[in-house]
């Protein structure tokens, strides 16, 4: 018991030793100058801010002249910061008490703590979403429509086969609109849509073995 004990925490020293490593110098120091080079108020407001910047970065986002009137060059350091932090707890997977825990580590003052904290918490899953957005990763298909057409009739023929044809549309909506959008489309006959369906089949069959095992 005592040795899993040690390796328990003998692990969660490491973790924490490799934790505090994510955060430059400058960094730090940006987020030591919340509620001390920076008074509360202020702190507060930029952190807010920078909650926006980090969620929307493409965003056209108000100033906030009162934030910068005082000391314009640590306010600015802050904000980086603030974004930087919030940037690499999500790429990190740090919950709220992780969080904390490292700024604790680097002697923040406690009423930026509990505000960076606080923020944290309420925006996460909003956080994570963003990240995911984050670098080039193949498209998720999310919703399929589909057609029969079947020319019966053309201006270069007076007669058809009549054999049907599909037309499929494979896309996925868009987390923040809720706009369609169109990954790939094609057409195929009856025989081609029976083999695309099985090698579906196929793949859902291997998935499920690996799975298994």
Known sequence: MA??????????????????????ATVVAGLQNLGTTLNAAISKTLIANSMK????????????????????????????????????AT????????????????????????ELTRVYEDNRKELVLRQLQLGHNFPHITDVQWRIVCDVKSSTSGSSSGAPHFHINLGQYRQSSGERVTIVEFMCNAE???SLINRLKDIERHCNQVAIT
Do not use: C, F, M
Request: net charge negative; hydrophobic share 40%; no cysteine.
């Open 192 to 194: 081609e849509l029976h």
């Open 3 to 24: 040795t899993a004990t040690q390796s328990s925490t003998s692990n969660a020293n490491s973790e924490d030793a490799n934790n505090s490593g994510l955060l430059s």
């Open 53 to 88: 910047l980090t969620l929307h970065p493409d965003a056209i986002i108000a100033p906030v002249p009162e934030i910068y009137a005082t000391n314009a060059a640590s306010a600015k350091q802050s904000e980086y910061a603030v974004v930087t932090l919030y940037a690499v």
């Open 91 to 114: 790429k990190h997977g740090w919950d709220s008490g992780t969080l904390r825990q490292q700024l604790e580590a680097h002697g923040l003052h406690a009423s930026a703590l509990d």
